[in-house]
């Protein structure tokens, strides 16, 4: 069965830090790898996603995410914290041949001033 | 910001009401999603549809329906609410061939 776990229900850093929030999958084949930000009382935005390729993936507001296939593992990074970066983020893989998403149990991002 | 449109954005009801959260895009997509998430904030897939008149159950399951009459509209529809249901709904949709989900900003459901 395919599965996506973040290991972390909350990170918190200092703004100005680098950030690092942990994913890892379990899927059969090749997977599709996606990160997704929720602010309090919205929907999910997309950030970033793998397909192929070059194993750095760089999405919106400065996030990038490293494809580690041999650890399973898909970490979502920023250089540099803002306090603006807090906020709920998802880790999904989709079903192949399928549209579906299968999430991550969400990890709460702090960023301090 | 996505075209995907949810009404209401909240909604507080009785028991045994029925209910109909609407969810629209206006980017002609073909597949459309509800995903419920649960106070816990895990989000899990109840509803899809791969295009109009076609409608599948996710992987939780759900004492809703959903009907797919139009490409731009996938209302969701809880013919007796509970307690139980309290939730927030989220709608999604995507291109046919596409990769990528869009997500409405959800309807926060509390049933009393």
């Known amino acids: 069965a395919q599965s996506v776990a973040q290991p972390e229900d909350q990170v918190n850093v200092a703004e100005g830090n680098p950030l690092t929030v942990k994913c890892t999958y379990s899927?059969?084949?090749?997977?599709?790898l996606f990160w997704y930000v929720q602010y309090p009382n919205r929907g999910l935005q997309f950030l970033l996603k793998?397909?192929?390729?070059?194993?750095l993936v760089k999405g919106s507001y400065g996030f990038e995410a490293e494809f580690n296939k041999s650890q399973t593992s898909f970490h979502l990074k920023k250089p540099s914290a803002l306090v603006s970066d807090s906020a709920l983020y998802f880790c999904?893989?989709?079903?192949?041949?399928?549209?579906?998403?299968?999430f991550g149990q969400g990890t709460t991002l702090q960023v301090k001033p | 910001e996505a075209d995907i449109y949810q009404t209401p954005r909240y909604l507080v009801i009785g028991t045994g009401k029925k209910i109909t959260l609407e969810c629209s895009q206006t980017?002609?997509?073909?597949?459309m999603y509800w995903y419920q998430q649960d106070p816990g904030m895990e989000l899990h897939l109840i509803h899809y549809?791969?295009?109009?008149?076609?409608?599948e159950k996710g992987d939780l399951s759900s004492e809703s329906t959903v009907s797919r009459i139009r490409t731009e509209h996938f209302p969701l529809t809880l013919e007796s609410a509970r307690p139980s249901h309290t939730s927030q709904y989220l709608c999604?949709?995507?291109?046919?061939?596409?990769?990528?989900?869009?997500f409405g900003p959800g309807t926060r459901l509390t049933v009393l």
């Open positions: 999904a893989v989709r079903v192949l041949n399928t549209g579906k998403l299968i």
């Open positions: 899927v059969s084949g090749n997977p599709y």
């Open positions: 793998y397909i192929t390729g070059d194993n």
């Open positions: 980017m002609g997509h073909d597949k």
């Open positions: 549809s791969y295009g109009v008149n076609s409608t």
């Open positions: 999604a949709s995507e291109l046919a061939g596409g990769i990528e989900q869009f």
